[in-house]
């Protein structure tokens, strides 16, 4: 059974950082595509960064470009996302999803792609 449990969310205020931690079981770790979602009210779920098991490559939303970063803690078994210089329009819940690969290869930012999601953890930013 896959699951996910997401950490680290609050609030902050504009220009900060919040690191967010997705723990995961070990084999869920080593073998599904790991991402991070948001979505904000009234506005629709948006990919932000995913990361490969194996080779750990990652991927970004042209909006956090820079600014967050994704990675894998190996000892622990979960995948961070630090977020740094946040914004207001950064203020959402984020959500970590796994995905298997389809033939090898990490799905783009399709919910429908997702099928296993955490509870999420709510980041807001003042200005």
């Known amino acids: 059974q896959v699951q996910l449990v997401e950490s680290g969310g609050g609030p902050v205020q504009a220009g900060g950082s919040l690191r967010l931690s997705c723990a995961a079981s070990r084999y869920t770790y080593s073998s599904y595509c790991i991402a991070w979602f948001r979505q904000a009210p009234g506005k629709e779920r948006e990919g932000v960064a995913r990361?490969?098991?194996?080779?750990?490559?990652?991927y970004y939303d042209d909006s956090v470009r820079g600014r967050f970063t994704i990675s894998r803690d190996n000892a622990k078994n979960t995948i961070e996302l630090q977020m740094n210089n946040l914004k207001p329009e950064d203020t959402a819940m984020y959500y970590c999803?796994?995905?298997?690969?389809?033939?090898?290869?990490?799905?783009?930012?399709?919910?429908?792609?997702?099928?296993?999601w955490g509870q999420g953890t709510q980041v807001t930013v003042s200005s």
């Open positions: 990361i490969y098991p194996n080779y750990g490559w990652t």
């Open positions: 999803a796994a995905a298997s690969l389809v033939n090898g290869v990490c799905p783009t930012f399709r919910e429908a792609a997702f099928g296993y």
